[in-house]
T-cell receptor, first 112, second 110 residues
């Protein structure tokens, strides 16, 4: 069974204090790994897709990396507006429907 | 305008009532999905549809049904709502891999 574990569950940072969020996964044939940002009461907002180990993607203060077992979302010099829950999901190569399994998220709070 | 819209955004209903949640998209995607989100649990797939004539059960389809009225519209129904169906419901669309989500419907069943 495909599994996605995100850590930590919650993270509190001072503005400017860089850190990383972890997404560990087990999947029977990885088709893609996704990162989303979710603000309270809103739908997940797509950030990145990673397809193979060694791949990296960047957007503003965020950088996502991928290995064969985990992905990291690095946040450099975060600002209060980066506060949100960050969701990781994996898509498996499994027959006709490439199932997507979501983690439970890391709730990030950035304090001014 | 938002690419994926959901109505209603909030709904409070009573046990046993029939409820329909609606989703519309302007992204032109063939694939549409319904998820529910509960505190402490990841998003869980209820139903998915790869085109108008293709509808499939997800991992938690019991107590739910869907209708794909057109490429752009996908509705979720709770035939007889029960309290443990209280949750946030999200519609999503995709072209192939990446899913794009609507703003969600907060449903409370009393």
């Amino acid at each position: 069974e495909d599994q996605v574990t995100q850590s930590p569950e919650a993270l509190r940072l001072q503005e400017g204090e860089s850190s990383s969020l972890n997404c560990s996964y087990t999947v029977s044939g990885l088709r893609g790994l996704f990162w989303y940002r979710q603000d309270p009461g809103k739908g997940p907002e797509f950030l990145f897709t990673l397809y193979s180990a060694g791949e990296e993607k960047e957007k503003e203060r965020l950088k996502a990396t991928l290995t064969k077992k985990e992905s990291f979302l690095h946040i450099t010099a975060p600002k209060p507006e980066d506060s949100a829950t960050y969701l990781c999901a994996v898509q498996a190569n499994s027959g006709g429907y490439q199932k997507v399994t979501f983690g439970t998220g890391t709730k990030l709070q950035v304090i001014p | 305008d938002a690419d994926v819209t959901q109505t209603p955004r909030n709904r409070i209903t009573k046990t046993g009532k029939r409820i329909m949640l609606e989703c519309s998209q302007t992204k032109g995607h063939d694939r549409m999905y319904w998820y529910r989100q509960d505190p402490g649990l990841g998003l869980r797939l209820i139903y998915y549809s790869f085109d108008v004539k293709d509808i499939n059960k997800g991992e938690i389809s019991d107590g739910y049904s869907v209708s794909r009225q057109a490429q752009a519209k996908f509705s979720l129904s709770l035939e007889s709502a029960i309290p443990n169906q209280t949750a946030l419901y999200f519609c999503a669309t995709s072209d192939s891999d990446t899913q794009y989500f609507g703003p969600g419907t907060r449903l409370t069943v009393l």
